[in-house]
């Protein structure tokens, strides 16, 4: 089958592909072989848990071609294991990270002509795990489903790194100490919603939290994890209230052993980080985003004259580089799918 796709012109929006993969359980039994069946809606009680509760949590992982055209998949183990603990804190039954992997490559090789060619981008997987079945109370639902589907999504950067704009919050938090901020749950996303809606109608790209005791402390920037550098020190918010990304263990790992820096995972204050030389974010989708200025309480502080920094540079060009399988892969990061 050919798929006819201009691969030049995706961005990161839905495609859908031909094939998802659906399984389901209850709270009682174990989770079902689980299928292919062709992408389209599910049918769902307007009870469901999910619907009404947010019981429902999702991950996010690419997987590209490599120039001798092997299917590749970064870190999927991460993410099962980030799926399992997520599962747990939402009592809802976890899926074995061995069946979540399975899972993936199920319909990464169901949907292999909708990868796109070398260097044009990846097959974004979307696996989700919701409370389905009906409950009226507040309380864990009967039953649950686990869906995987996937979409292919352009290069984030066609013409090179671009630094984008970010607006710090001094009035939206993201998430709480104590609270589900570390869990990717999809309750988390609607509320920055209204702030990011604000961040861009001052002409912001991104809106960057601050911690929500104190309101002092750098948190995220939305969807992707916080870096700056200052003085040869890479330092990233310590695990807490933020989503502990597979990026950013990844960024922190070449930092140290290929950069030679310190990395430090610690509170920033917001103080700290307009006082860094270099200044950027990192998740899945986003890769390595670097971040020309960050605008607080008023006042627009620059970084690296708006360009990219070098360390930005380095960390972004080596990270891709394993992704891609165009460098070795001296962590095993990387998993080929036969
Ligand atoms: C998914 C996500 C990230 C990035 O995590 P990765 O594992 O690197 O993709 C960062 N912050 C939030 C809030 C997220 O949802």
Redesign the pocket.
């Known amino acids: 089958m050919t798929v006819l796709l201009n691969w030049d012109s995706l961005g990161f929006s839905l495609n859908p592909t031909a094939q998802m993969f659906v399984a389901e359980t209850s709270l009682t039994a174990d989770w079902s072989a689980g299928a292919l069946r062709p992408y389209g809606n599910l049918s769902i009680s307007p009870a469901a848990g999910v619907l009404n509760y947010g019981q429902g949590i999702f991950e996010?992982l690419k997987a590209c071609r490599s120039k001798q055209g092997d299917v590749l998949l970064f870190r999927p183990w991460e993410n099962a294991k980030r799926f399992y603990q997520g599962a747990v804190r939402l009592c809802m039954p976890p899926v074995p990270e061995d069946y979540f992997v399975n899972a993936i490559e199920t319909v990464v090789r169901a949907n292999r002509d909708y990868i796109p060619p070398y260097g044009k981008g990846s097959l974004y997987l979307r696996p989700c795990l919701w409370g389905t079945g009906e409950i009226l109370g507040v309380g864990p639902a009967p039953s649950y489903t686990f869906v995987v589907y996937a979409s292919p999504v352009g290069a984030y950067y066609k013409q090179g790194l671009k630094p984008i704009r970010v607006l710090v919050s001094d009035d939206f938090h993201r998430a709480a100490p104590l609270g589900v901020g570390h869990v990717?749950c999809i309750g988390?996303y609607a509320g920055t919603l209204l702030s990011l809606k604000s961040a861009k109608a001052q002409g912001y790209e991104g809106c960057l939290y601050l911690d929500a005791k104190y309101g002092r402390y750098v948190e995220?920037v939305g969807?992707?994890?916080f870096f700056c550098v200052k003085d040869g020190v890479l330092y990233t918010p310590k695990l807490g209230s933020i989503?502990p990304?597979?990026?950013?263990d990844s960024i922190m790992t070449l930092a140290a052993a290929e950069l030679g820096l310190r990395v430090e995972a610690t509170d920033i204050s917001i103080e700290q980080a307009l006082a860094a030389e270099e200044v950027f974010c990192?998740?899945?989708a986003a890769v390595v985003t670097p971040i020309g200025a960050l605008a607080y309480q008023g006042k627009v502080t620059q970084f690296q004259q708006g360009k990219v920094g070098p360390i930005t540079t380095e960390l972004y060009t080596r990270l891709t580089a394993i992704q891609q399988g165009d460098a070795v892969d001296p962590f095993q990061w990387v998993k080929v799918t036969h």
């Open positions: 996010g990717k988390n995220e969807t992707a994890n989503l990304g597979i990026t950013r990192v998740g899945t």
